[in-house]
């Protein structure tokens, strides 16, 4: 208690600094703003506010012509409340603290110890990092974030004055930089922003994670339990800029980062490992390694290091990583390389085995490093939009007599029928054929080319997953494995592999095709697909030569855009359980592939209470998930901060990966501690019922509303937010007025932005209203996991929501009956939500059973506000400026106030 009311105070300090320097900054650059900065703060702080004392202030701001610089004081103070905050919840945690925390409430379970670490020393979290357009902060506010963030340390630590200059000098530059880009963001700024995180803050913070695990099991880590994914220069389903040449830029890119990391490492060993044989003997294993190896050193070096082992060994892995470095360019075969990172790992365990433990401690590091990054740095996956494929194949079957071009509008089973045919024949060299067909179909050909020279010449591991978007029928992974047959990225093994010692080591499925299940409709047919998929005999043959693993991706985002919130995640829940009811079946076992987003309408919230609330069986070791977005950097930004989330995400993750290993349960149940608390049927009834009457609500209002797109399009920001430069891909998959093919991201930045945030929450008060007040409902918030954490995750983004303020968006639909019935339906539901979740939860007012959560975001309404209100006021000069100079400094303006307020709502889509 205590410490709690320590924090408490050192938070309030640590704000009360901040608002100080911020108005001093003002005061020294521009006195007017300071005032209209205060005014507005202060009058936006009272519980009753005066509307007409706001609108003067408004008027005031207007006419004084300094809207854009009262933006950006609102929008950088934003930016330094989320640094404050997230110094005063890293002060409360203890880095390492998920994994012990879970690895001891096990043991006190029942648990064994010997269970347990069998369970840690093979799982995996694998964190997929995406470049969707949802980071609205430059590089320069990344980094500077990174330094005021220190800055504050010293300063409330060490009482340091020349920190304090140094934040002064920070914010100064800030003030004078703008915070929207004035550029397109493209592909290779996305992969520079995130290689800056990698490097400065997730490899440390990986690697510290990675040294406890091991020291939890006592022994050295055989593989990393942490794997890094990406999919900048892989993500290639509508954007056009995702070309085969920039793939192969960035797989190049990463390699050498890497490589270059390794060598730093190597350098900073050979000036501390000085060990002579005159004091320390080395064992016969490192001597015979360097005799072997001598000719390579060079007199110099050999007469150097005569008595100096280790930096001799050193020296020679410093020249096979760099050889690397030669061959990745090279036509002709380089001499004296690591072929694989095996080779890199045991060098240096032959270092360390030749020494004592602590001289070997920065050896052990370098190693857990070389587990974790590989030659590859980050695992690229591939992914495409199944239309793609399809209109490939069709031209290539076309081409090759299989087919007409017809293929892809024929019906299922005979689609089927013509793959099995394709399949049965000998492979074809898609080179022979790539100067044949359409440019649209040579770079479908190239792309699984290219893989096959990046796992060649780069790492086995660069790419493994190939990912279909929209997957709709069993027909659209065959035409995947159909390519992945033709480029030797799938060989099929000859039966009885197993048998030859040589042929099973051989890895005669080098890609996995995953299917991407996104809509509602789509995740109800997954377990068809699947089953079909299973009875095919060229698939099965494939699922045996990937010892029947099958990676499935999950999508968050569309399914929410397409039933609402509560049926999504019921929809997952569901087909997720069934599908590991069918692996258990068939034998084959799934991969979990999550592609969540920040906002909770995109699978958003807590990632370790999602984790324990999912369905039995579904992890068994393995989380896959996509850190989209603003989520990179305010999850792994912060080394510490990183670290922090990588222990809490293991600790879930072991404590879910135990229940699903050694505890078993039926449809469906959630297990929390070391019971297994089951949904009963009623209780599941009760969750359908309210998922079937939210579905029926939200696709009223979407998609069965006359006028709710042009309402939509008026009501929000999104023509502002498609203008602004936040990522390398387009809004909209294809250019229509349909809600279907607008992407998730701007769906939820736009409902975001007017403070409505509809995607959310709607639906869920008329499901709930199906039960009505009753202890039914109540029961099933405290029994069940899955709904608690569902209802826990929807009143975070309600209290985000301010209906005032979203209702003033309402004055920009040109038709008022329009805007008068959308609107009626949006707060009916909105009140109805508000009223039953207070009462399932048992609250007076939201989240006051998370006082601090709710603070947290309370803490910011009032500078969030702000924006929203000069935003409103900056859109209606724009809708009525006469000439293109004018309307783009007012667009440049209001892409300011998107930026600030995403800042203060802490994320955007």
Not at 40 to 63: C, D, R, T, V
Not at 394 to 422: M, P, T, Y
Not at 544 to 559: C, F, V
């Amino acid at each position: 208690m205590q410490n709690n009311q320590q924090n408490n105070q050192q938070f309030q300090a640590e704000l009360d600094f901040i608002h100080d320097v911020m108005v001093k900054m003002l005061e020294e650059f521009n006195p007017e703003v300071m005032e209209f900065f205060l005014r507005l703060h202060q009058e936006l702080m009272f519980e009753k506010k005066s509307q007409e004392k706001i609108k003067s202030i408004l008027e005031a701001i207007n006419i004084s012509e300094k809207t854009f610089e009262v933006i950006k004081a609102f929008s950088l103070y934003n930016i330094l409340i989320n640094i404050v905050e997230e110094r005063r919840n890293l002060a409360s945690q203890t880095p390492v603290f998920g994994i012990k925390k879970a690895y001891d409430e096990l043991i006190t379970e029942g648990f064994s110890k010997q269970d347990i670490n069998k369970i840690l020393a093979t799982m995996q979290f694998y964190p997929v990092f995406t470049a969707h357009p949802t980071e609205s902060r430059r590089r320069t506010f990344l980094e500077a974030h990174h330094e005021i963030s220190d800055d504050l340390n010293k300063i409330f630590a060490f009482k340091d004055e020349e920190a304090k200059q140094h934040l002064k000098y920070r914010l100064h530059l800030l003030w004078q930089s703008h915070l929207v880009r004035s550029e397109k963001l493209e592909v290779l700024f996305e992969l520079d922003n995130l290689l800056y995180i990698v490097e400065s803050s997730i490899l440390r913070s990986s690697q510290k994670v990675l040294g406890f695990i091991q020291n939890l099991l006592q022994k050295p880590l055989e593989t990393s339990p942490i794997q890094l994914g990406s999919w900048i220069g892989g993500d290639r389903d509508g954007n056009p800029f995702v070309t085969n040449e920039l793939m192969t830029q960035v797989m190049r890119t990463q390699h050498e980062l890497i490589i270059k990391i390794y060598l730093e490492k190597i350098k900073r060993l050979q000036r501390e490992l000085s060990i002579s044989t005159d004091f320390l003997p080395i064992k016969e294993d490192l001597e015979r390694s360097l005799e072997s190896e001598k000719n390579e050193l060079g007199q110099t070096s050999y007469k150097l290091y005569g008595r100096e082992p280790f930096r001799a060994k050193l020296h020679l892995m410093e020249k096979k990583l760099k050889n690397r470095l030669i061959a990745i360019h090279s036509p002709n075969p380089i001499d004296f390389i690591y072929e694989t990172p095996k080779e890199l790992l045991s060098d240096i365990d032959l270092l360390i085995n030749n020494l004592d433990a602590l001289s070997a401690k920065y050896l052990k590091e370098f190693r857990n490093l070389v587990l974790l990054g590989g030659f590859h740095l980050l695992r690229l996956d591939f992914r495409e939009h199944r239309d793609m494929l399809l209109d490939a194949i069709s031209e290539v079957f076309c081409l090759l007599g299989i087919s007409d071009s017809d293929f892809g509008k024929f019906r299922e089973e005979k689609k089927l029928e013509i793959l099995g045919i394709a399949l049965e024949r000998p492979k074809i060299e898609l080179e022979a054929i790539i100067d044949r067909v359409s440019k649209d179909t040579q770079n479908i050909l190239e792309a699984f080319l290219r893989i096959g020279w990046a796992k060649k010449h780069i790492s086995e591991e660069i790419i493994q997953s190939f990912i279909i978007s929209m997957t709709t029928e069993a027909s659209d992974m065959l035409c995947a494995l159909w390519f992945a047959k033709q480029s030797n990225l799938w060989q099929p093994s000859p039966h009885h592999a197993s048998d030859n010692p040589a042929i099973a080591q051989k890895i005669p499925a080098k890609i996995r095709i995953t299917p991407l299940f996104e809509t509602i409709d789509d995740l109800e047919r997954a377990k068809d697909i699947i089953i079909t998929l299973s009875q095919n005999k060229h698939y099965a043959h494939y699922l045996r030569d990937l010892k029947m693993t099958q990676e499935i991706m999950i999508g968050y985002s569309d399914s929410s855009k397409d039933g609402g919130i509560f049926t999504s995640n019921v929809s997952l829940y569901q087909a997720i359980f069934e599908l590991m009811k069918l692996g258990e079946e068939l034998g084959i076992d799934f991969v979990l592939f999550h592609g969540r987003g920040g906002s909770v309408s995109r699978g958003g919230g807590a990632l370790e209470s999602a984790l324990l609330a999912s369905p039995p069986k579904s992890v068994c070791g393995i989380l896959k998930t996509t850190e989209q977005g603003e989520v990179i950097s305010s999850k792994y930004l912060n080394p510490q901060n990183a670290e922090s989330n990588l222990s809490s995400t293991m600790g879930a993750l072991l404590k879910k990966s135990t229940y699903d290993s050694f505890c078993s349960g039926a449809l469906p149940n959630i297990k929390t501690s070391k019971n297994i608390c089951h949904i009963d049927t009623l209780q599941w009834q009760t969750i359908r019922q309210i998922s079937q009457a939210s579905y029926r609500a939200y696709r009223e209002l979407v998609y069965q509303t006359d006028g709710f797109m042009e309402y939509f399009k008026l009501a929000t920001p999104i023509h502002f937010i498609q203008q602004l430069n936040l990522g390398s891909r387009p809004s909209k998959r294809k250019d229509t007025a349909r809600v279907e093919d607008l992407r998730a991201i701007p769906w939820v930045f736009a409902w975001t932005q007017n403070r409505s945030i509809i995607p959310a929450w709607y639906g869920l008060g008329s499901g709930l209203e199906i039960i009505g007040n009753t202890e039914e409902l109540q029961a099933c918030y405290k029994e069940s996991e899955f709904f608690k954490t569902t209802l826990d995750n929807i009143s975070q983004a309600l209290l985000k929501v301010d209906i005032t303020i979203a209702q003033r968006y309402n004055q920009f639909v040109s038709d008022p009956a329009i805007a008068c019935r959308i609107w009626e339906m949006i707060k009916t539901e909105y009140d109805k939500t508000m009223r039953l979740i207070l009462f399932v939860r048992q609250e007076k007012e939201l989240l006051e059973n998370d006082s601090k959560l709710r603070d947290s975001i309370l803490l910011r309404k009032p500078y969030i506000t702000a924006l929203n209100l000069l935003q409103i006021e900056l859109i209606k000069k724009y809708n009525l400026s006469a000439y293109d100079d004018q309307k783009n400094r007012l667009m440049e303006q209001i892409h300011s106030t998107i930026v600030g307020i995403a800042q203060g709502m802490r994320n955007t889509g």
